[in-house]
C-alpha cells in the first residue's frame, strides 16, 4: 500500500492552506530547492559546457521521457519530455496527418481544451490542403469515427467538468476505421491509472506542472508508440531530433526509429532539475491506490457538498468511473465564491461561465482537507461573505 502521509511530508504547504488546485499547479517538492541549488552550484557553475556530456544533461528528456512512462504504462523508450504541451499537441496531430494522407478530418470534441483545438486550427492553416476539424459534443465522438477521420484527438478528462472519455473503446475503434489516435494527458497523467501500451495508443501528450508537481512551465511530454516511431516525419524537425546532431549536416535527417526524433531544440536543463525532485515523490505511489483514494476523497467531497451546500450543483458525470480528478461544481455565483474560498486559504479555480474546480490529489490531499473545506465553503455561503465587493474583482489569471 502506498504511504500517502509519507508523500504529504514531501510537499511544501503554508501554514493553514488546503490546496485544492494540484490540477493546475502541483505544490513544491521539499526537495526542489536543494535540487535546482546543486545544479546550479556543481552542475552549471563547474562544468559549464562539459556538463551535457558529464552531467548527463544532453539525453535527460529521454532519461526522464523513462520515468514519466512508468506513470502512463508507456513502454521503454517511447517518451521524450520537452518544449509545452501546446507545441506537443501541434507535433503528435501533425504527425497523424502525415500517416495518414488521404484522410482529411481531425476529430476532436468542443470541450476540448482550447489550445489543442487552437494548434490544430493553425496547422489546418499552414497546410492549407482542405482539413477539417470537427468538436462535437464528447458523448456523440464515438459516432463520427469514421472512414474519413485522420486523427481523434482527444483529452482524456475534461479540464473542466472532470468527464473523462473511455480511452481503450476509442482507440479500438479508431483502429477499426484506419484512423489514429492523440491523447492528451494534462489531467490524467499522474491523476489516475493510464495504460497506454496496454490500451494499444498511438501518440500521447501531457505536461508536468499540474499533477505531477514539476513547478510553474515545466516542460511537457510526448509518447509514440514504438510501432510508428519510425514512420513519423517530424513537422518540427530541429537538431536536437537529428540522427547526427553533431555532424552539422544542412539536411535533416530524423533520428532513426526512436522516439528522439521527437525532440525540437535545447530543453530548459534547470526545469529538468527541479522535475527530477517532482518525480521522486512518485518512486513508491502505486496508481491503484491513488485512484482509489482519489475516488474516496471526491465522493466524500461531493456529498458533504450536496448535505450542506445548497444550491452548489455537482458538474459533469455523478459515476467516478467517468470522472478524472477534481470535482467541479456549478454555482450561479461560481466567481465570487471561488475568491472568498482563497481568502480564506482554501485554493481552488474558476472556469468560465460558473464552474467551481477542486483538484484532488492524494498526494498531498486527505479527509481532514475535505471536511475543512467544506466547513468553510458552507460558512461563506451562509454568511453571504461572497457578497463583498473585493471578491467580484477579476485578476488575469482565474
Ligand atoms: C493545461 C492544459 C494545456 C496547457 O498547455 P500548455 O502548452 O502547457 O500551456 C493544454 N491542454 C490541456 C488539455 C490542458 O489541460
Not at 516542460?219 to 509514440?224: C, L, N, Q
Request: glycine residues 8%; negative net charge.
Amino acid at each position: 500500500m502506498t504511504d500517502f502521509s509519507k508523500t504529504r511530508a514531501m510537499f511544501e504547504m503554508p501554514e493553514g492552506m488546503i490546496y485544492l488546485n494540484g490540477n493546475s499547479l502541483g505544490p513544491m517538492p521539499k526537495s526542489a530547492p536543494a535540487k535546482i541549488a546543486d545544479f546550479m552550484n556543481n552542475e552549471w557553475a563547474t562544468e559549464l559546457i562539459r556538463g551535457w556530456n558529464t552531467k548527463g544533461w544532453f539525453m535527460q528528456t529521454n532519461t526522464l521521457g523513462d520515468r514519466i512512462g512508468k506513470l502512463v504504462g508507456a513502454e521503454p523508450d517511447s517518451i521524450v519530455v520537452g518544449d509545452t504541451l501546446s507545441i506537443k499537441v501541434f507535433q503528435a496531430v501533425a504527425a497523424c496527418l502525415a500517416l495518414r494522407p488521404d484522410r482529411k478530418v481531425i476529430l476532436s470534441d468542443n470541450g476540448n481544451f482550447p489550445t489543442d483545438l487552437y494548434m490544430v486550427e493553425g496547422l489546418v492553416k499552414l497546410k492549407d490542403a482542405g482539413y477539417a476539424l470537427r468538436t462535437p459534443d464528447p458523448q456523440d465522438v464515438m459516432d463520427q469515427i469514421t472512414d474519413e477521420v485522420a486523427c481523434v484527438m482527444l483529452t482524456e478528462v475534461d479540464y473542466r467538468t472532470g468527464r473523462k472519455h473511455d480511452m481503450k473503446a476509442i482507440i479500438e475503434k479508431a483502429h477499426a476505421h484506419g484512423a489514429l489516435v492523440v491523447w492528451d494527458l494534462a489531467h490524467s497523467a499522474g491523476a489516475l491509472p493510464v495504460d497506454l501500451s496496454g490500451d494499444g495508443a498511438d501518440f500521447a501528450c501531457g505536461c508536468t506542472y499540474k499533477f505531477f508537481n514539476g513547478g510553474p512551465g515545466a516542460p511537457a511530454f510526448i509518447y509514440v508508440a514504438p510501432r510508428l516511431i519510425g514512420d513519423v516525419e517530424p513537422a518540427l524537425s530541429g537538431w536536437y531530433g537529428h540522427a547526427a546532431p553533431f555532424a552539422f549536416d544542412v539536411n535533416y535527417r530524423p533520428m532513426p526509429e526512436k522516439i528522439d526524433r521527437m525532440r525540437i531544440g535545447t530543453p530548459s536543463i534547470a526545469s529538468f532539475a527541479i522535475l527530477e525532485a517532482a518525480l521522486d515523490a512518485w518512486e513508491d505511489v502505486d496508481m491503484n491506490d491513488l485512484r482509489a483514494k482519489s475516488i474516496a476523497l471526491q465522493e466524500l467531497f461531493i456529498k458533504e457538498v450536496e448535505a450542506r451546500c445548497p444550491g452548489v450543483t455537482l458538474a459533469g458525470p455523478r459515476d467516478m468511473n467517468a470522472r478524472g480528478s477534481h470535482v467541479a461544481f456549478e454555482f450561479e455565483n461560481g466567481f465570487p465564491v471561488m475568491q472568498a474560498l482563497i481568502d480564506q486559504k482554501v485554493i481552488g479555480d474558476f472556469r468560465a461561465p460558473n464552474i467551481m474546480r477542486f483538484g484532488i490529489t492524494p498526494l498531498f490531499i486527505d479527509e481532514d482537507d475535505i471536511l475543512r473545506a467544506v466547513d468553510i465553503l458552507e460558512g461563506i455561503l451562509k454568511n453571504e461573505t461572497w457578497k463583498e465587493p473585493r471578491f467580484q474583482v477579476r485578476g488575469a489569471v482565474t
